[in-house]
């Protein structure tokens, strides 16, 4: 279906033409129609799908017929929200005197409190700023007569149910405005939302079967954590791709891969959530328009960024969570295009694929380096780690990163590198492919595959030829010598009467102190 075939106004058609939209995804096809009769909807639809067309044109729609009415996005992120800002401002370009503000954390509140006291048409905002303007009584939810809930689950993972209810209730009855609702999943929560706070929704799926993204060919590597940069190394240099996005599990890995990859001449930078909002979207803005190929983040950038053409995904780090693993590889191969990821398995995080497979229902093609022609690189940061000052004495990365962070210190004033010797490899750990054909793992079951990483990365028993460390001998604790049965005594038993004297007269004296507490005797 063609955006012509709808029923849109003129000045809606002009910023769709300028946006370069000229066919519906299958998601626009199937909810535009429903949504564009003013009906309340709960879409289920994967990332990528096209979705933020659907309620953006259905609210400019609307607008373009009484030119009056407010309209509310709340999304679960910073980047989602200004995302979608920058969409909204695209397809509006059919209205010239449309007023679009955005609002979030980790900024001051000067600049959005003056963008809303000049009155705007669209509100875009996450939930704890948009309720800290409720509550100082410069944003009245009443005044929304449409509303939309984008990435709705991830929302409510990340501890937003409550905020979502609490502006709910200061809204208008839902018989009085349009709800639409978006999710990569309709879960109880989100059932339970729909429930209360919408009426009658029209519920549609689009391909809620397909887990991942057909277009994007995904690949894996076994290899060793101390031997895990060396080898992505050698995939950057055989790609060569023009963006690429890598995630780390834990912020200090985020920092270290990017100082690494800049000291071996790849232009990189790092992203996580306890950046400075300003740092940020200049970091995202860059990456945007081509300025940095190379973006290493956390899980924090795993739902919302939208990167135009973005070549290759790296799980540097096998993400602990099998949901993000869906939502790291969807940020390439978005509105029909391809995209490749990648993902290198060491023995830290193996145990995450278990369920990762199990949740997209397939196995991971399996690559080795020497089948795909991979060559050796010279590692010109070899012998560097990266330790904050508040990693633990072995220098292991254990802080992870949090999603709802509205910003902190700059982590600059906590890095350094520090010059240590390579660690020494685990011989228990380590894969030797001389004793193993790891051809057939692609072809094994994903039973026999997990049994298999079981076998090898269990820590090993001691060889029985090596001889254990004599102990030192525990000094002998004198022996304390029991007296005969017959010769101890017992302590002899208060009498009756003492006792009862003893209680009275501590009741008498407590009795005075209370007596002395409230009357001043």
Known sequence: MKFTELPLSEDVLAGIAKAGY???????????????SGKDVMVQSKTGSGKTAVFLLTILEKYSRNRSGAALIVSPTRELAVQIEEDARVLAAGFPDYRIGCFYGGVGYKEQNEELSSGLNLYVGTPGRLLDFAKSNKLDFRVFDTIV??????????????????????????????????????STKVRNLAWQYMSEPEEIAVQPEEIT????????????????FSLFLS?????????????????????EVAKRLSMNGYKAEYLMGDMPQSKRLKTLEKMKEGKLPYLVATDVAARGLQIDDLELVVNYDIPEDYENYVHRIGRTARAGKTGKAITLACEEYIYGLEAIEDYIQMKIPVLWPDEVGLESVEDKSAGYHYRSYRSSGRGRDDRKDSSRSRGGKNTRKTQRISKSRKPQKNEDSVIEKSN???????????????AYYKKQYAPSAAPKSEKKRPQPKKAQKPAVQKAPKDSMRKAPEPKVEEVKTEVKSARKGLFSRIKARIFGA
């Open 149 to 186: 809930l984008d990435e709705a689950d991830r929302m409510f993972d990340m501890g937003f149910y409550p905020d979502v209810q609490s502006m709910f209730a200061q809204m208008v009855p839902s018989s009085e405005r349009q709800t639409m609702l978006f999710s990569a999943t309709l």
């Open 235 to 255: 995939i950057l240099k055989k790609l060569n791709p023009s963006s690429c996005l890598i995630f780390t599990n834990t912020k200090d890995r985020a920092v």
């Open 436 to 450: 193993t054909d790891f051809s057939k793992l692609s072809e094994m079951s994903l039973d026999e595959r997990m």
């Open 22 to 36: 000229t066919e519906c995804t299958p998601v626009q096809e199937k909810v535009l129609p429903i949504s564009l």
């Open 213 to 228: 993204v057909k277009n994007i060919t995904q690949e894996l590597f076994h290899v060793t954590k101390d031997e895990k």
